[in-house]
Each structure stands twice: as C-alpha cells, then as structure tokens.
C-alpha cells in the first residue's frame, strides 16, 4: 500500500510547519555554490504545498528566512531575496490555480523593498482563496514576534485599552504574527539538524517534532506522507494521562 492511502485524512494536523535546511549542504554535496542549493529548494517547496493541499491540511508555514539569516555573506543573501522574488511570481499562477492563500509572518517590511511589494501583491491577489494557507515565514524569529507582542501589549495597557488582568494567552495570542491560525500540530525539520532555531517559539509549544535526515532540496511528497504518518501514530496527551485521552 502506498503512504498516502495509509494516511487517515480524518485525523490530519490542521497546520504544519517547516524548518526547510541543509540546502547548502546539499549543493556541496553536489560540488555547487550554496545558491543552487536553494535553487532546488524551490522544488521542495512546490512538491510539499502541492502535497499539504492535496490531502487537505489548512496551513502550512515555511521557515524561508530568519532574522538570523542576515549574518549570511551578502552575496548569498542577495541570491536569497532573488530568488524569493521570481519564485513568487512564477508561482503566483500556481497558487491562483490550486486556490491557495499566500500569508506571510515575520518583520516583512523591512525586506528589500522589490521583495516586499511582490510579497504584498501576491498576498491581496490570493487573499480569498479557501483551499489552504501557505504561510511564509520571512524575516522572521520567535524572540522578535514575541518581543512584538509584548511591546504592543504595554502600550495597550498604557493607552488605558487594556487592564493588566485581561492579559491571558488569548489575548497575548492574538498579538502574534501568527494571530487567527490554529497552532502547528506537527513541526518537520529537515538535515538532520535537531533545534528548533528561533522558530515559532510560542505556537509549537504542544507540537510533534519530526527530524528527518534527508536535505531540503530532496524532500519530496512520499517524506511529507512519512514525517504525517508519524504523526498520527503518536499519542497527544496535553498534559494528562494517556487513560483520559484514549477514547
Ligand atoms: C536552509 O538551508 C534554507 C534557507 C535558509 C532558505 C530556504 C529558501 C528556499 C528553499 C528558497 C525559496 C523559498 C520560498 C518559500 C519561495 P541552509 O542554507 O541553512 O543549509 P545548510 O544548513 O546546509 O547550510
């Protein structure tokens, strides 16, 4: 039987979340520049939002660029920004096509303006599509969403819109950048690597996390089958005991 029909769509994580890594590794692997490791990332990328929406997962959410990721020599973050401005174009028609919904978290306005504005139109282009939301994670890191968060709460203390008492995860919740979605019920990372990087910090804090070995560029829809598979062989407890959640 193939993975995919093994899989009960009646229990899919609402939301999945990846930290897409090793495609440097892989071009050199490969004997290639760093970039024709993102290049192919592309790929990866396609396959695994075709996938999600396929079986029916609500939102998907792509690490793409942290915060952190500045550090990177400026020729490497050149080609980055690059590349995330033809492959939102290209893919535009793509997303149209599969009624897919493009969101994107992270401090998005301070990306190179040509970035930001295709981002921006790309997002009022599929604000109405219903199929799935792709969310990419983009100039993004938990610490500074969470930061974020707080910094707008004082002031909506301050401003007398809010008593300190009123503050619960609700309300810090909806402060997020990830406000109005449900949490990631499953968090993949890829390359072997297994940290979570400042990613997501807050929402992931019942997730599954799910470390495979395989590099970003070579992720496909059967590892995407694989990592829900597991998923759905474990047991989410939420803090009680496996006799209260069993049904
Ligand atoms: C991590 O691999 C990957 C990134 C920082 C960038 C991911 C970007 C893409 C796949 C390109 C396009 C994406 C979208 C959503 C349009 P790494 O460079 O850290 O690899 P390494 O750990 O092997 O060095």
């Known amino acids: 039987m193939d993975l995919k ?4 769509l009646s229990r899919l994580p609402r939301h999945i979340a990846v930290i897409m890594d090793g495609n ?6 490969h004997g290639k520049m760093r970039i024709f490791g993102h290049q ?13 929406a396929e079986l029916g997962v609500e939102y998907l959410t792509l690490y793409a660029f942290s915060t952190e990721n ?25 997303l149209t096509d599969n009624n897919i919904r493009l969101q994107a978290i992270g401090d998005i306005q301070n990306l ?27 100039n993004y890191s938990a610490r500074w969403e969470i930061t974020q968060a707080a910094s707008n709460i004082a002031a909506a203390v301050k401003n007398d819109q809010l ?16 406000a109005g979605m449900p949490d990631p019920e499953l968090l993949i ?22 470390f495979t070995p395989i590099f970003w560029p070579e992720f496909r829809k059967q590892h995407l089958y694989e990592a829900i598979l597991n998923f ?5 407890r939420f803090g009680k005991i496996s006799e209260q959640v069993q049904k």
Not at 40 to 52: L, P, S
């Open 5 to 8: 029909t093994q899989i009960d």
């Open 24 to 29: 440097g590794r892989w071009a050199k692997k």
């Open 40 to 52: 192919n990332g592309v790929k990866a990328v396609r396959e695994t939002t075709e996938a999600a």
């Open 70 to 94: 500045w550090g990177r020599p400026a020729s490497e973050v050149n080609a980055l920004m690059t590349l995330l401005v033809t492959t939102i174009r290209k893919e535009l028609k793509t």
């Open 112 to 138: 190179p303006e040509k970035c930001y504005k295709e981002l921006l139109e790309a997002i009022e282009l599929t604000k109405n599509h219903t199929r799935m939301t792709l969310v990419l994670a983009l």
């Open 163 to 178: 008593d300190i008492q009123s503050i619960t995860d609700q309300v810090f919740e909806n402060h997020l950048s990830t």
């Open 189 to 210: 990372r890829t390359s072997g690597e297994t940290r979570i990087s400042n990613f997501l910090l807050w929402q992931i804090a019942y997730a599954e996390l799910y």
């Open 232 to 236: 759905q062989q474990r047991e989410r």
